[in-house]
């Protein structure tokens, strides 16, 4: 009866140590379990069975998502312009833009991604690779609804590049309707 005992307290003890095992990472590569899976079982180890945050676990780290960059050999572009200023438009109008671009470097160029500061401004890119000593464009339209005042709005391009990342800037006034007047600034309150 003791000799029973004993195996299932050893049982037991192997079962906890595999899973702490687990848990810490010391079997990734048995279980196929990575940072993904670490991060949810810290996650669900950080609140106790009533939902309640425990504080004797740490959260995981949150992972900032990267833009993709293609994989592969890196090329280089050149931009004619890297910044356009469309002078003063009246609120509500759309402004659009082309940014033309030569590849200089041995590779093709894959652009993965090309992304505005806001949604107010949206770029078009080519999708296919494009050879060296090709030219292409990325058209940015910029649309000044609900916008006054000084406006400037970057588009970041992700590609086979090195750096990764190269930026377009599209900027200028933007007037608000009669009747509609700047917002006025309040005196500080007196001390």
């Not at 939902?51 to 949150?62: H, I, K, L, M």
Request: charged residues 20%; aromatic residues 6%.
């Amino acid at each position: 009866m003791e000799n029973s005992k004993g195996i299932q307290i050893g049982l037991l003890v192997l079962v906890g140590a595999l899973l702490v095992g687990n848990f810490m990472g010391g079997f990734d590569g048995l279980f196929g379990g990575g940072d993904d899976a670490k991060d949810a079982a810290r996650e669900s180890l950080a609140t106790d069975v009533t939902g309640e945050a425990n504080s004797t676990v740490a959260p995981a780290p949150t992972k900032t998502a990267e833009p993709a960059a293609p994989t592969g050999p890196t090329t280089t572009m050149e931009f004619e312009e890297t910044e356009f200023d469309y002078g003063t438009i009246d609120q509500g109008e759309k402004v659009n833009h082309t940014y033309s671009f030569t590849i200089t470097g041995n590779e093709p160029l894959i652009i993965s991604n090309a992304k505005g500061s806001c949604c107010c401004t949206v770029p078009a890119w080519p999708k296919d690779p494009i050879a060296p000593g090709a030219t292409g464009e990325i058209q940015v339209q910029f649309d000044s609804k609900g916008k006054k005042g000084t406006q400037s709005k970057r588009v970041t391009i992700t590609a086979n590049t090195d750096p990764v990342q190269s930026f377009l800037t599209i900027k200028g006034q933007v007037t608000a309707p009669e009747g509609e007047a700047a917002p006025a600034t309040q005196p500080a309150p007196a001390q």
